[in-house]
């Protein structure tokens, strides 16, 4: 039989994958998850009951969260990626990683086919096409709901004909838990007017109007170390400590609207705590540490590297270019960010750093100049507006000849 590994995870559309690769088309079907942050060690065993109980040869679940971590939302938090200045990119990378997984497993395993359960709708189909295509052209992409344009029905239909009695209740909103955050879908993101109800997100707000907490984040070299004073030897472990103490302020949620890779627009809901207090966090802290023109550069490349992720380009070499930039600059990103949590906002107070550039020692804005006089403004302020000034008074000029 040919082997095929089946990006599983469970659900309605990968369970009917993984019984019809095998009892229509004759495949061995190695089943196999990616846990990036969203599995809890309970739903792992039960997902995996469930393949073995749909008749896989193999099931195996890789826990990616540190590879993730590292190779991926670390630079989503050295740039400050934020989505349309909205959305921290939770689906767009995990997608990108959990795809790496399957063809590094896929080649591991000699298989001649790699199966997704992705629909023809929505944005997860090319991100695995992608890797795939680059990782391991020579095997064959299998994608059964996108080829036969299956409906949630027909799928029931279909297990329960091959004596698959499992409950597949349709949930009322699809939940994509993650390392670096989770989505949220429902009807209501299918409309460009409504919001998403409390009960649709599964951190449920836990802190009454009279709560806060303070909170402290520490920073080195740009990654986040310690939370509250408490060390962490990897960073992916801390985000996962801060989102345990932020999420029950229902902190983080929003909807991103924006532009699919399909070429239709799209929205979805998220919620997101930890990433959004640490791209917050970090970036105030490259606001004191980083010169002006690194700020700038950043700013820029950031764009850059959240969009080719967005659209599936994270094998572009260019990435790890902007990777490797985005790293340099992350030397003097040292210190600690004060925060106050609130139920559903927070307020960064400020930071304490031995690199903050605002230091008294060479002035205060406003106030006092240490390292420089009024002559030197004057004369600074000439030389600059030079070249400026001599285009007005060119096109003054023309102006008045037009004119006459």
Not at 169 to 191: C, D, F, H, P, R
Not at 223 to 244: G, K, M, P
Not at 283 to 302: A, D, G, I, R, Y
Request: proline share 2%.
């Amino acid at each position: 039989m040919k082997k095929i590994v089946l990006a599983y995870s469970g659900g309605l559309d990968t369970s009917f994958c993984a019984v019809y690769l095998s009892k229509k088309l004759g495949y061995e079907v190695h089943a196999v998850t990616i846990n990036t942050g969203g599995f809890s060690t309970a739903e792992i065993l039960a997902i995996e009951k469930r393949a073995y109980e749909l008749g896989v040869h193999s099931y195996t679940c890789i826990n990616a969260i540190e590879g993730y971590y590292e190779s991926c939302v670390k630079y989503l938090i050295f740039g400050n990626v934020l989505k349309n200045n909205t959305y921290p990119l939770s689906v767009s990378a995990e997608r990108t990683i959990q795809a790496k997984s399957i063809a590094e497993y896929a080649i591991a395993i000699e298989a001649n086919a790699i199966a997704h359960g992705s629909t023809g709708a929505g944005n997860d189909q090319v991100r695995f096409d992608v890797i795939f295509n680059i990782l391991c052209p020579t095997v064959e992409i299998v994608t059964p709901i996108r080829d036969l344009k299956l409906s949630r029905e027909a799928e029931i239909e279909f297990l329960e004909e091959n004596g698959f009695e499992i409950n597949f209740e349709k949930a009322q909103y699809s939940i994509n838990k993650g390392l670096w955050g989770t989505s949220v879908g429902g009807k209501e993101t299918l409309t460009s007017s409504l919001y998403l109800p409390e009960t649709a997100f599964p951190s449920q707000l836990s802190k009454t109007e009279t709560d806060k907490t303070e909170v402290v984040l520490q920073f080195t070299k740009g990654e986040l170390t310690s939370v509250n004073n408490e060390t962490f030897s990897h960073s992916s472990e801390a985000i996962q400590y801060l989102e345990s103490i932020a999420s029950p302020f229902a902190i983080g949620r929003d909807i991103h609207v924006g532009d699919t890779i399909v070429g239709i627009k799209g929205r979805v809901g998220f919620e997101a705590a930890a990433a959004t207090l640490i791209l917050k966090a970090h970036h105030l802290l490259e606001k004191h540490t980083l010169s002006k023109f690194q700020l700038n550069l950043k700013s820029q490349l950031s764009e850059w590297y959240g969009s080719w992720l967005h659209e599936g380009l994270f094998l572009d070499p260019a990435m790890r270019d902007i990777e490797t930039f985005f790293e340099s600059t992350q030397d003097k990103v040292n210190g600690k960010v004060f925060i106050t949590l609130l139920p559903y906002r927070f307020v960064i107070n400020g930071i304490s750093s031995e690199n903050d550039l605002m230091n008294t020692k060479f002035g205060s804005y406003g106030e006092m100049n240490l390292g420089w006089s009024g002559d030197d403004v004057k004369g600074y302020s000439k030389i600059i507006s030079n070249s400026l000034s001599i285009y007005h008074k060119v096109n003054a000029n023309k102006t008045e000849v037009d004119a006459n």
